[in-house]
């Protein structure tokens, strides 16, 4: 079975710095999914960015981007220029490719706070 | 309508009662999957219902919980007898198809078991 890591409970930045959150994960799959999902008070799950296994390059978009080490397990999520909005727990997340596998398995989150 | 709902928003509820939670995907979406996320943690699968084929109900903790579909269309989640550790936040997603679409949220039913 699949196992997804988040070491950091709670992390901080400063408005406008950069913040990087951490996530590990554990399978014996070569082909998968990894995503990092928001989820502000309002309790709804936003997806923030998706990385495809096969694919070398890592995924961007707007000021979040990743750092995908597939050998070492590694997905950690770098957000750039911080915003008061970007204030919420974030999870990262794998996914199977397989059709019978296809629901997704989280880490335990980090809280994440933006200081003015 | 433009996104997944849930309803009730909230539920309290007596140890013991039995509770129903409704989830409506966004149309068109033949995939439909339940998670329940305890305080503080992350969100843990309970049941996947794809199109009319058999529901994966590997998640669901115990016998007390139990999901139905019909069809496409609405799901709802069912607790038993429940238990003061069933309260949570529930989840519902929806996707197209399964493994290669994204899945998207409803608000979720915060469920309280006193």
């Known amino acids: 079975a699949q196992t997804v890591t988040q070491s950091q409970p709670e992390m901080s930045v400063q408005e406008a710095e950069t913040v990087t959150l951490s996530c590990t994960y554990d399978?014996?799959?070569?082909?998968?999914?990894l995503f990092w999902y928001k989820q502000p008070p309002s309790r709804q799950m936003i997806l923030v960015i998706r990385?495809?296994?096969?694919?070398?390059q890592n995924a961007t978009e707007n000021r979040f981007s990743v750092n995908f080490q597939k050998a070492a397990k590694s997905f950690s999520l770098k957000i750039s220029d911080s915003q008061l909005g970007d204030a919420a727990m974030y999870f990262c997340?794998?996914?199977?490719?397989?059709?019978?596998?296809?629901?997704?398995?989280f880490g335990e989150g980090t809280q994440l706070t933006v200081n003015p | 309508g433009a996104g997944v709902s849930q309803s009730p928003s909230n539920k309290v509820t007596e140890k013991g009662k039995d509770v129903e939670l409704r989830c409506d995907p966004i149309?068109?979406?033949?995939?439909l999957y339940w998670y329940r996320q305890r305080l503080g943690q992350g969100l843990e699968f309970l049941i996947y219902?794809?199109?009319?084929?058999?529901?994966?109900k590997s998640g669901l903790p115990s016998d007390r919980f139990s999901a139905e579909r019909t069809g496409e269309s609405v799901s709802t989640l069912t607790i038993q007898r429940t238990q003061q550790e069933d309260s949570a936040v529930y989840l519902c997603?929806?996707?197209?198809?399964?493994?290669?679409?994204?899945?998207?949220f409803g608000p979720g039913t915060r469920l309280t078991v006193l």
């Open positions: 149309s068109g979406h033949t995939a």
């Open positions: 997603a929806s996707s197209l198809f399964s493994a290669m679409f994204e899945q998207f």
């Open positions: 997340a794998y996914r199977s490719k397989e059709t019978s596998g296809s629901r997704l398995t």
């Open positions: 990385q495809e296994a096969y694919k070398q």
């Open positions: 399978t014996s799959e070569s082909d998968y999914y």
């Open positions: 219902f794809q199109g009319n084929s058999a529901p994966d």
